[in-house]
């Protein structure tokens, strides 16, 4: 496996990182909520599956677009 020679700075700006990382957050929710009651997050099922869904286009939009700031050059 090799890095991008770019890593940190997409790592740092590229909106589908932050997007999946949005993403990771919801999961994370989904996970306590069966642990706990899913009445603590103050979401309805179909609020948070549209969410899920929502940012999982925005990540694959965001991955397509060009974005600056993300040259090798802007370490």
Request: cysteine-free; charged content about 15%.
């Amino acid at each position: 496996m090799k890095l991008v020679p770019n890593w940190r700075a997409v790592l740092r700006r590229a909106w589908s990182v932050w997007i999946l990382a949005a993403m990771v957050i919801l999961s994370g929710l989904e996970a306590a909520a069966s642990l706990v009651s899913a009445d603590m997050l103050g979401l309805s099922p179909e609020v948070y599956a549209s969410a899920v869904g929502l940012l999982s286009a925005a990540a694959m939009l965001a991955r397509v677009i060009a974005q600056t700031g993300l040259g090798e050059d802007d370490e």
